[in-house]
């Protein structure tokens, strides 16, 4: 069973796109010499469960084919048991709207990841570790809070259905009630909380978000690092003339941006705060961000 795949389908991804393309899709990878089994998800959550289940029977190969939200639940349901009882791999067919994590390397999309498991190209993958008030969260791509989580909570609750145009329309909302929030934190268990308020904190494995925003260029998903992106208060016009820059990667260059890298972040919220997890829009009381570095295998 080490060699079969399993293919964990969501065919509401983009949509509906994702259910009508993928059929020819998984065609493509049997044609490459792939062996697969194949589910589909009815509801959020089924992903996790499902990956779960195949886990526990001793799958190790996985393929997430919707969207970023997809490979998010079938992380969380690889993990905590994968940190202790043999690293997995996992594939994306990218059928969906958002495709942040797999931008890293490359924007092929489908056929760069039949490429990759034809040849069996593998890399190492970081995966980090969000303990909250509930529970711990398992993911790949990226945790925002502030401003880039507010979007996203607007986004979610009016514009959703308008894809990458209403997360646009979301910035604007939120620019109309814009607020600095402080979001108390320190690295690596050393120094002094930074109690300062900020536009936005974002903690980073790969360096894209909401489908082509480079917020932390300098991530590397194998280092070993979570990426940390700190933004200053800033005005609205400001941000404004910023925010074309958020997708070059250049905005860190700003004297009003700070980065790091760190292996572990404590944060101390007094309670739950918005925040986006790869794509997924919570409200939370965060805890600590921690590294668990090459704890999988992408297929990249």
């Not at 945790?143 to 604007?172: P, S």
């Not at 941000?239 to 790091?260: K, N, Q, V, Y």
């Amino acid at each position: 069973m080490t060699e079969k795949f399993f293919a964990v389908v969501n065919p509401a991804a983009g949509g509906g796109r994702c259910g009508n393309l993928a059929p020819a899709a998984l065609e493509r990878v049997r044609q490459a010499g792939i062996d697969l089994e194949v589910v589909e998800t009815n509801r959020p959550g089924d992903a996790t469960a499902l990956a779960r289940n195949a886990y526990s029977k001793g799958f190790r190969n996985f393929l997430a084919v919707g969207g970023d939200g997809t490979a998010y639940e079938i992380v969380n349901g690889l993990f905590p048991a994968a940190e202790t009882e043999g690293r997995p791999a996992l594939g994306f067919l990218p059928l969906s709207t958002g495709n942040s994590f797999l931008r890293d390397f490359t924007t092929r999309g489908v056929e760069h990841t039949i490429e990759a498991l034809r040849n069996g190209t593998r890399r190492p993958c970081d995966v980090m570790r969000l303990r909250h008030a509930g529970g711990d969260i398992y993911f790949i791509n990226m945790l925002n809070l502030g401003f880039a989580a507010d979007v996203g909570e607007v986004t979610n609750r009016k514009f959703k259905r308008w894809g990458q145009a209403g997360y646009i329309l979301g910035v604007f909302a939120r620019l109309a009630q814009l607020e600095h929030l402080a979001f108390p934190h320190r690295m690596d268990s050393a120094g002094e909380w930074d109690r300062r308020r900020c536009l936005f904190l974002a903690f980073g494995n790969s360096k894209f978000t909401g489908g082509k925003m480079m917020i932390a260029p300098k991530a590397d998903s194998a280092d070993g690092q979570i990426e940390y992106v700190r933004w200053s208060p800033v005005g609205r016009l400001r941000l404004l003339w910023m925010f074309p820059r958020l997708f070059t990667g250049t905005h860190i260059e700003h004297p009003l941006a700070s980065r790091a890298a760190a292996q572990r972040i404590d944060l101390d919220l007094g309670g739950p705060v918005n925040v986006i997890v790869d794509g997924e829009v919570m409200r939370l009381n965060c805890q600590s961000v921690e590294i668990l570095p090459s704890a999988l295998d992408v297929i990249a």
